[in-house]
């Protein structure tokens, strides 16, 4: 059996931290796996009892201790492989590697350019002391090749994966979910995003706006909670959109409310392979999304939903109401956006991949 240490900043509620609980809880049986949150548990690191989870309380900045903490985990947890998460897990993760002759792998699930040259240095520095450099997109695997400057012999792609019989479409209880009775006629656009500035919730606020100009019966859900919350809130009554946006924060309910929705946005200025974005494909919906990051990879423009340019109120206003005027195109896109899903981005065929992955960084290991 490998012996899979997972290394986090948190385990709060996000599309990478349910990725790597799922890698955790859906591996074959010749792997186990063991997480360490760098940081603090988060929510739902909270409300884990089946799995080994460790929280070493950093603070912002570096603490060269930690390495100490997770070499000792190494040590007592008889740990094979260790598997990090996004650059700040890799820095630590990867010189405990190092001194505890332990190979690495790691994982960059966000796209974004480290464009100061210290943050490209030290990713570099990460990447030499790791085995495998892996993206979850072919843009994310090419920032690494191109901008970072890691051999392409160490990089590879595994796509994100969703599980599709846990994210599949069936009836949705609106006045359960929302606690309104006033929903049940009106089209529900939704957004699940962590509430930060790389969303860019307020260009798809300025789109309902525009919408509101020639629709009326419709809401934007915001589910989720993050350092924007307040400007947000702020941003929508200044905008007169208090009647028109429901804030939900949040939600541990993800499948309940994505099949509630009628139509999913995603507005984000840089993404990799997003994972609500796959789970609202698994359950049917359409989608509006910026032509960013890995999106173009996961919508097929015009089949599964529509692609606009980043930052762009008219355009995502003018796909928005496109949808909202057809039901039957909902439909359509919807069965196509869970085909693809299917096809390509299944938790199974993932941890299929990786599992691969770590055999072969293991020389061939079982």
């Not at 799922?22 to 940081?39: F, H, I, M, P, Y």
């Not at 994972?275 to 919508?299: D, K, Q, R, S, W």
Request: hydrophobic share 45%.
């Amino acid at each position: 059996m490998i012996n899979i240490l997972h290394i986090v900043l948190s385990l709060n509620i996000g599309g990478l931290e349910t990725f790597v609980i799922d890698l955790v809880r859906k591996g074959s049986n010749a792997t186990k796996g063991n997480v360490v949150c760098l940081e603090s548990l988060g929510l739902l690191g909270e409300s884990i009892d089946d799995i080994v989870i460790f929280s070493l309380g950093k603070t912002p900045g570096i603490q060269l201790e930690c390495i100490a903490k997770i070499r000792t985990i190494i040590e007592r947890y008889n740990i094979d492989l260790i598997h990090t998460h996004n650059e700040g897990a890799h820095f630590y993760g990867a010189i405990a590697g190092f001194f505890s002759r332990v190979p690495v792998v790691h994982t960059r699930h966000g796209i974004h350019d480290p464009g100061d040259i210290k943050l490209k240095m030290l990713e570099w520095f990460s990447s030499l002391l790791s085995k495998k450099v892996i993206g979850v997109s072919r843009d994310i695997s090419n920032l690494y090749i191109e901008k970072i400057k890691i051999p392409r012999s160490k990089v590879t792609t595994i796509l994100n994966g969703v599980d599709h019989e846990l994210f599949v479409n069936r009836a949705g209880n609106r006045e359960l979910i929302f606690k309104t009775g006033s929903l049940s006629e009106v089209i529900l656009i939704g957004i699940v995003a962590r509430l930060a500035l790389v969303k860019d919730h307020k260009t798809l606020f300025a789109a309902c706006r525009i919408v509101a100009e020639s629709h009326k019966n419709f809401r934007l859900v915001v589910i989720g909670d993050g350092p924007e919350m307040d400007n947000l809130m702020e941003f929508s009554q200044q905008q007169g959109l208090s009647e028109i946006i429901i804030f939900t924060g949040a939600r541990r309910d993800i499948t309940d409310l994505l099949n509630c929705l009628d139509v999913f946005a995603l507005s984000s200025l840089s993404e990799g392979v997003s994972m609500t974005l796959l789970e609202a494909m698994a359950c049917e919906l359409p989608v509006v999304a910026t032509h960013v990051g890995g999106n173009p990879e996961v919508v097929v423009d015009g089949e599964t939903g529509f692609l606009v340019p980043p930052a762009n109120p008219t355009a995502f206003a003018e796909k928005l109401l496109f949808l909202m005027n057809s039901i039957g195109l909902r439909k359509k896109m919807g069965l196509a956006g869970r085909m693809q899903v299917l096809e390509n981005y299944s938790i199974q065929k993932s941890i299929c991949e990786y599992e691969k992955c770590y055999r072969q960084v293991l020389g061939g290991r079982d």
